[in-house]
């Protein structure tokens, strides 16, 4: 064990309970900046007010700034910071000051406050990048309009862009110009935005349902313009989704989108001018998956729809992130599923859910959606602060009605634009305008953790009493949970006819036991429980195999059916029982799709197996060697009982062309499916086809599904394939992540030593995050290798992450989240994550960011 002497003592934590408002406010601030990679110099002018009647003095926040100059209402003062404070005592009520710093923006690793990337000058303020730029109190609960100034070099960055709208342009001596924009809508200091490069624009136009012009742009490199016509037709359908489905119109005169290929984040909603990470904006049929134009909209409506929920109105402080995030992410997943397979996206949802922010709530890093403290706050967006902040939500719509939950949201924008709120303003509002209590719903902002339903249901003659009962085990910190509030819809399946025998039913759950009575029933019965995942809950109830494989061909709701469908293969996966049953649910499903009683989307969702990592996560301890020989040999019997079926699905789906109609999706994505399932069973003919495939592909869906389906197979065509996909897509960096994370996900003897080689690629660069998560970060997800019972891969994701973390911690602190399940594997394995955990707080100047997650995931 670590000796406890050499252990770094963590910073002092921020604590909600401690929250007190602004000393001083600042109505308005200036920004000039004299733009240069090497030395940025910026000048801020501050209008700030006493808030209250104190005596305290302003207190403004920084980090690496090297400042130049302080003056206090035109008086120069000679006041040092210490440390990243800077103190400066105001004698009156109101003062004007005047700060000049210079920041070096090309040695900016951390990609947080203003930093290159490439040829361009861009920044990242959320959560406390501002603080990098300029002297500021750099909370969320501090709102000023801006105006900004900035002046560069006309050749190397004839594009200069900030937040509001664009005002005069001056050209200076010396080649340099200046533009200055204006911003009228108070926001806090991390909405800050500047991009300054050489640009060129895709442009459009949207009128406003008030019969206003808003000017478009979407600016990248000048060879990436014609890849970002989806982003642009994805922006325009979402302005148009949230005038009428939430009556939100947007409220500038432009509204600019910048993509960067340097990022730590997916996206940034700062107001006016969303700063993108190139992989969610950059899409053509060459080089972007289905599942990537699926994501470019729906991270282009997440940010733009941030201009109501999170901008207009923000957080008051930090501990309410999931008010913007978990409430965005909602109305991003609504619009997603307006957009094409309702069902489809909810799966896509839950698996999502089930794969990050269930394990997180199961361990040492569980927090609830509104955390009661954090050291640093870029360790806590989260899965549980975006998807489970996201799911609370949806309970909400639920239990209010659509209708209800929009008068609640109209109310909530009524009161509070341009405030800086809390979750309580949120729920105040819903309350108010639904004439509902919702005190006991509250319990999900403050406990952690996944509730259980459990299930138990009796049948006499007619009537069907279902008894649900919730528990809820501890998680750091909170030893003793309450009963929550939540809707769960449940129906009753005909186990003789398939149909459903009763209208679907909507409880809802508040007490540790609740009964439910289903009367007049005709026949006997199967339940269908938690229909379209109203609850984020697990559920478990007693159901035979049969049973199981009977809904997955019966349930009338689509996530029930697949949900069957997943159950059934895991009580499979759990033993060596032949898995029969469920080769013949697999088949059943196949033939229904082939029927046209289900599309093929959907087919291809449901034949699916559960990952490995899922499946470790419903066992007590992960068997990791048991998991992957099972389910191989699930994927092996199934492949090779349905050859002929999955040929014909083959055939039928594939060839679908380029079109992005959810039709044309379903058919690539049961078509890859099928392919993949014919390589398993291991013909040459199969292999070929995949070959076939590749080669041909019009789209990077078939493409890289050819790929996927041959990287695990010991063949030439895997080695070529391998080959001509790095070649052709050679300085793509979007695409050449995938070839990175392909291979690092496979099951093959050979990966450790594969990632380990392409760690030395290259193409491979820590300090992009993308690539780091493309390769290491995706390492991390392979169950079957990251686990090697020799420990290599534990020693190999600590070694890249000491390495980054010595140049951007807030991507080293993501990498340690693998290692923080050390307690649901073997003690062997557990041992040796724990010594790799050690290791990394041990580390000489280990950021904080990385401490944080380590000692959490010791603790």
């Known amino acids: 064990m670590l000796d406890a002497q050499a252990t770094p003592q963590l910073p002092n934590a921020v604590r909600l309970a401690d929250y007190a408002p602004p000393d001083w406010l600042v109505p308005q601030v200036a920004l000039a900046f004299t733009l240069d990679p090497d030395r940025t110099i910026v000048r801020s002018r501050l209008d700030v007010r006493r808030n209250g009647d104190h005596a305290r003095p302003l207190v403004l926040d920084g980090q690496g700034l090297e400042t130049v100059a302080i003056s206090i209402d035109g008086v120069p003062v000679n006041t040092a910071p210490t440390g990243e404070e800077l103190v400066l005592t105001i004698p009156g009520d109101a003062a004007m000051v005047e700060i000049v710093v210079a920041i070096q923006p090309a040695r900016n690793t951390r990609l947080m406050g203003l930093y290159a990337s490439e040829d361009k000058l861009v920044t990242q303020c959320e959560a406390e990048g501002f603080r990098a730029i300029t002297w500021f109190p750099d909370r969320p609960d501090v709102l000023s309009t801006y105006s900004v100034r900035m002046e560069a070099d006309a050749a190397r960055f004839p594009i200069l862009l900030s937040n509001g709208d664009r005002g005069p342009a001056e050209i200076l001596a010396d080649g340099r110009h200046a533009v200055t924009w204006t911003d009228p809508w108070p926001k806090p200091g991390y909405l800050f935005a500047l991009v300054a490069g050489d640009l060129a624009a895709l442009t459009d136009s949207f009128t406003t349902m008030s019969g206003r012009r808003v000017a478009l742009a979407i600016w990248t490199t000048p060879a990436d313009v014609p890849r970002c016509a989806h982003a642009m037709a994805s922006l325009k359908a979402s302005m148009a989704w949230d005038e009428r489905v939430y009556g939100r119109e947007y409220d500038l005169d432009e509204f600019n989108i910048v993509a960067v290929s340097d990022f730590n984040a997916g996206a940034m909603e700062n107001k006016g001018l969303n700063i993108f990470n190139s992989k969610f904006i950059l899409a053509d049929a060459e080089t972007a998956t289905d599942a990537d134009f699926d994501s470019v909209a729906g991270v282009v409506a997440h940010e733009y729809f941030h201009n109501w929920t999170g901008n207009r109105v923000t957080c008051r402080d930090w501990f309410q992130l999931s008010l913007k995030e978990g409430l965005t992410v909602f109305r991003d997943q609504q619009f997603s599923a307006d957009q094409g397979s309702a069902a489809v996206r909810r799966i896509d949802d839950v698996r999502g859910l089930r794969a990050v922010q269930f394990p997180e709530d199961a361990g040492p890093l569980a927090h609830p959606i509104r955390p009661d403290h954090y050291i640093e706050i870029a360790n806590f967006y989260t899965a549980t602060i975006y998807n489970k902040g996201a799911e609370v939500i949806r309970m909400l719509h639920t239990l209010l009605g659509a209708d209800g939950f929009r008068a609640g949201a109209d109310l909530y924008f009524d009161r509070h634009d341009g405030q800086a709120v809390t979750c309580e303003d949120w729920l105040r509002a819903m309350e108010d305008a639904n004439g509902r209590d919702l005190a006991q719903f509250r319990r999900w902002y403050d406990q952690a953790g996944t509730p259980k339903i459990s299930v138990r249901s009796r049948q006499t003659g007619s009537t069907v009493v279902v008894e649900l009962t919730q528990s809820q085990g501890p998680t750091p910190g909170q030893s003793l949970k309450q009963p929550v509030h939540m809707p769960f819809r449940m129906a009753l399946i005909g186990a003789d006819s398939g149909h459903r025998v009763c209208d679907e039913r909507l409880v809802e759950v508040r007490d540790k036991i609740t009964v439910v009575a289903f009367e007049d029933v005709p026949e006997p019965v199967l339940l269908s429980l938690n229909r379209g995942f109203s609850a984020p809950v697990i559920v478990e109830a007693p159901t035979s195999r049969a049973d199981l494989a009977f809904l997955a061909g019966h349930d009338d709701d689509p996530f029930a059916r697949w949900e069957a469908m997943q159950r059934l293969a895991l009580d499979v996966l759990a033993t060596d029982d032949d898995p029969a049953e469920l080769v013949a649910a697999v088949a059943a499903t196949l033939a229904d799709g082939e029927a ?264």
Not at 647 to 674: C, F, I, Q
Not at 725 to 733: C, I, K, L, Q, S
Request: some cysteine; overall charge positive.
């Open 596 to 859: 046209g009683r289900l599309d093929a989307a959907f087919v291809g969702e449901a034949v699916l197996l559960p990952t490995e990592s899922f499946i470790g996560d419903q066992a007590k301890v992960v068997e990791v060697e048991n998991i992957h020989r099972r389910r191989e040999a699930a994927r092996l019997a199934i492949a090779t009982g349905l050859q002929d079926q999955w040929w014909a699905a083959y055939r039928r789906h594939s060839g679908s062309g380029t079109a992005l109609t959810p039709e044309a999706k379903g058919d690539r994505r049961l078509a890859n499916v099928a392919l993949a399932y014919l390589v398993t069973a291991g013909s040459a003919e199969a292999v070929a086809a995949a070959r076939r495939q590749y080669d041909a592909a019009a789209t990077m869906t078939d493409r890289l599904g050819a790929l996927q389906a041959l990287i695990n197979t010991d063949t030439p065509e895997r080695d070529a394939c391998l080959a001509d996909f790095h070649a052709r897509f050679a300085g793509n960096n979007d695409v050449i992540d995938k070839w990175f994370t392909v291979q690092a996900l496979a099951t093959r003897p050979d990966t450790i030593a594969r990632v380990q080689a392409l760690l030395g690629h290259r193409d491979f660069s820590l300090t992009n995050p993308n690539r780091l998560r493309s390769l290491v970060g995706a390492f991390g997800a392979n169950q079957r290798h990251f686990h090697a019972g020799d420990g290599a891969g534990y020693a190999l994701l600590a070694d890249q992450l000491l390495a980054v973390d010595r140049v951007n911690p807030q991507s080293a602190a993501r990498l340690a989240v693998p290692l923080g399940r050390w307690r649901r594997f073997d003690a062997a394995r557990g041992a040796l994550m724990r010594r790799q955990l050690e290791r990394i707080v041990a580390a000489p100047g280990v950021s904080k960011d990385v401490l944080e997650m380590a000692s959490r995931a010791l603790a």
